[in-house]
């Protein structure tokens, strides 16, 4: 299983990014999705997660700016990010759990995208 992330780039404050996360391989069905973020010198944090059925959870700092959505049908999940802010610049990680037999799940992460916000 493989985790493609795509999206990332650099854009002014304020500005928006719309992250992109796709799945692939030998995935029988998808729990959570998510995506993390580690800033220089920081540990790594939740920005979002979505389940299954589509239950969603943020971080604080993103409430009300960011949105993440999934297509179950493309084994896909998303990350609007809008009001950017410089404090946003991290690498960001895509994350699944994947259930890959009936009774095995797998935890994955994408290779990471950089997203920077100039003040």
């Known amino acids: 299983v493989q985790l493609q992330a795509s999206g990332g780039g650099l854009v002014q404050a304020g500005g928006s990014l719309r992250l992109s996360c796709a799945a692939s391989?030998?995935?029988?069905?998808?729990?959570?999705m998510g995506w993390y973020r580690q800033a220089p010198g920081k540990e790594r944090e939740l920005v979002a997660a979505?389940?299954?059925?589509?239950?969603?959870n943020y971080a604080d700092s993103v409430k009300g700016r960011f949105t993440i959505s999934r297509d179950n049908a493309k084994n896909t999940v998303y990350l609007q990010m809008n009001s950017l802010k410089p404090e946003d610049t991290a690498v960001y990680y895509c994350?699944?759990?994947?259930?890959?037999?009936?009774?095995?799940?797998?935890?994955?992460w994408g290779q990471g995208t950089q997203v920077t916000v100039s003040s």
């Open positions: 994350n699944a759990i994947v259930v890959v037999t009936t009774t095995h799940e797998y935890d994955y």
């Open positions: 391989g030998s995935i029988f069905s998808i729990n959570a």
């Open positions: 979505i389940t299954s059925g589509g239950s969603t």
